[in-house]
């Protein structure tokens, strides 16, 4: 960009040209969204098919968008798992198309019956399922996320507007000829799935404003400084989370073995994602016999145990918590460790600490359990189970476009069942109302 | 209030004051709402019945309250309509006595599994009813709000914040202290239901910033300027309809008889509720055998008319529809009425015009209906019935506490369910993911 150009895009007229330009995407999206809302299952589903079909066939184009990608972040000396992030290659092209095979193959939402009843005046009404509108997409460096979100969107009868992390822009810009290409080889209107044509930021407000009323929910797909914007700026709901500050919690009776292999598994299998434990509370009544193998088996699995003064004592190797340990989002191979006593303060560790995403209680007293599920307020709670389950995939919801923490509507896995509305059908012969 | 009071509430000693004070409410409505989650339903009914029997104990207080408010209005020279909202009498307290009664009968819908399914390693996932949290409801004039959403939200579990409009702050408060004795009676905590103690329009700016955090969504319950304040300010989710413009189109071929009764009523029944209808639209193929009669039916019933040409040309008693009267919401005897030119212009004009309320379309055409049903995009959608339906009572939803229009969430009658959010319980015997 020459200072000319820089300097005419800080200037106000090119902020009203921005908000025109989104404003233009907004109201062809709507239009769109009019159309997708009464579109047969099999008209999208071919739709899908086709933008498979059209990312194998177009991988060099891919791959070569990328690659301009690519040589960008390394002149900018970006980090080694940005860039991977960032990378495409013939395997993940391969897997994005399979992935829109995948939600085709999902059923359709739209049309469902979700309630039916009569009533007494001989009134028969029905809630039925309706596509929400349309939905702004606002993402970072992984190119995936064209494909995942369009395909979802698409999906469930949403018309979509995605806007890319700069880093990311020549790969999702091919990425998303393909989904057009596929929108209209099946006769759909190619702005069921735009992207936003321009990487200032000033375009990301817009769209957080609602562009005019045409967006109705916007998903922040990316790190917490994009969903924390995202969450304070948004005039139109939001489906996300902020953190994913998940707690495992083993409470007396346990079998340990369990315990270990759940501990392990829910901090260790994968350390990046939302689900991944951050805080392991253990009961004092397990202080004796769980506390040392648990942490033990934490730091053969590679992960750097902070500990209370309890755990400092069970293993030489355990550093000290800090205040600021517990209900951090480590995201890595470190876990803070605490004794607890007793199921009350567990839930008011997590009460003050966690972030209502996912929660897990390790414990062979069912009462224990029923009562750890009635009062943790938290989207996912499991009994002896991973909290690493917490993905729509392992839900059997198929695809997922993220996680909400929020009380309305999506929370938990935001699949394409989430992705609707609805609206009331009432059928009568006549009825007025006395 | 002195000349010196008026200065101080002006003052930013007095917002900073006013939002402590209501930092407070929240904190402690959050704390009931912790208590209300794992309340069972017989302990929230027995509050219930005992705040129906307080209302009834204390009548005398509710009516001298009341008088204040009334000789205040009186005094400030208010208009009639506005008085009648505003009072109390034996029979209106009856009445929301045993409107407590009826919110204690409905199901609870708290702790409901909505949808379970068992995955194929053996994890059994539950989507089940939670509450809400945390509802703030902001209203005008009728005193009586203060039962209702009192009730309703405490049926589902909530804790709430009610702002009366301050012209019924008297009687708020006594139908309040009847709530609260009913609460401590059951031994629930007073703060479930609690009223803002200040008439400071600033503590309404507070509520719909959310409190800290603690409130999970606004209810506005009044007309459409406030309703449009809150829909604009909040910064939290809102459940509400700005207007309802509803639509009737009379499609041929329709009975004329079933068509005069529907029409007839949805307008007339009561005029001034969001169910009644604003404008009537008439297939062309309808203008020679339908037209006349359903206006002559509407100039009968007392309602004025207002036409296009052929509406004009039917009868002299019609008047010129002008630009402004289509998607005019008149809550009053008078219709906008227009001639279209089949289904595709009547949805294209209800998409134009209408709020995305109730519309309803009369005809004996099935696949017209059904057409009718898939495009147009309200809450609620009305096959050969009159729109005044558009109503929870009506639905067989028990109280409600408004209609919304919005696409999250609650969408049409929010009754008890619809103040309610869900959480998973997954179980399992100790599965961890590969």
């Known amino acids: 960009m020459t200072a000319e150009v820089k ?127 349309v939905i702004g997409v606002v993402f970072e460096s992984r190119p995936n996320v064209t494909a995942d979100a369009g395909a979802l969107c698409l999906k469930a009868g949403n018309a979509v507007i995605l806007r890319p992390g700069s880093e990311s822009t020549h790969s999702s810009r091919a990425i998303h000829a393909c989904l ?30 609602g562009l005019g009323g045409t967006i109705d929910v916007i998903v922040p797909r990316g790190g917490r400084s994009l969903v924390e914007r995202v969450q304070s700026e948004a005039r139109v709901p939001v489906f996300a989370h902020l953190e994913g500050i998940c707690h495992i919690y083993v409470h007396a009776p346990a079998d340990l073995e369990m315990a ?19 805080t392991l509370l253990i009961d004092t009544a397990l202080a004796d016999s769980h506390l040392k193998p648990l942490v033990t088996a934490l730091l053969e699995a590679g992960c750097e ?24 989002e480590f995201l890595d191979a470190v876990i803070a460790v605490k004794v607890v006593d007793g199921l009350e303060a567990a839930i008011g560790h997590i009460d003050a600490y966690g972030s209502h995403h996912t929660e897990a209680i390790v414990t062979d007293d069912e009462a224990a359990a029923a009562e750890f599920f009635a009062r943790v307020d938290s989207a996912i709670l499991l009994h002896n189970a991973s909290t690493q389950f917490a993905d729509g995939g392992e839900f059997g919801m198929g695809a997922e476009i993220g996680i909400a923490t929020g009380r309305m509507h999506a929370r938990g896995p935001v699949g394409v069942e989430q992705l609707t509305s609805f609206k009331y059908r009432v059928r009568g012969s006549g009825q007025t109302r006395p």
Chains 1, 2 share one sequence.
């Not at 190797?317 to 340990?325: I, L, N, Q, Y």
């Open 260 to 278: 270990k292999a759940i501990v392990v598994n829910a901090k260790m299998r994968r350390t990046g994602i939302c689900g991944a434990a951050e």
């Open 180 to 209: 057009v290409e596929g929108l209209e080889s099946a006769g759909l209107p190619g702005d069921a799935i735009q992207i936003v044509p321009t990487t200032e930021r000033a375009a990301v407000g817009e769209m957080l404003r």
């Open 305 to 328: 145990v902070r500990g209370d003064e309890a755990t400092l004592a069970a293993d030489s190797r355990v550093k000290p918590a800090f205040a600021g340990d517990y209900g951090k």
């Open 7 to 133: 300097d005419f895009v800080r200037s106000d007229r090119a902020q009203d040209d921005i908000a025109a330009l989104m404003l233009g995407l907004g109201e062809r999206a709507r239009v769109a969204a009019g159309v997708l809302a009464v579109t047969p299952s099999a008209r999208k589903d071919e739709a899908l098919a086709a933008m498979a079909a059209a990312l194998r066939a177009r991988s060099d184009d891919l791959l070569a968008a990328n690659r301009r990608d690519m040589e960008a972040a390394e002149e900018n000396g970006t980090a080694g798992a940005f860039l991977d992030r960032l990378k495409l290659d013939p395997a993940r092209i391969e897997a994005m198309a399979r992935g829109v095979e995948d939600i085709a193959a999902l059923a359709d939402p739209v049309g469902t019956v979700i309630a039916e009843w009569d009533r007494p005046n001989g009134l028969h009404i029905e809630r039925v399922r309706t596509p929400l509108g």
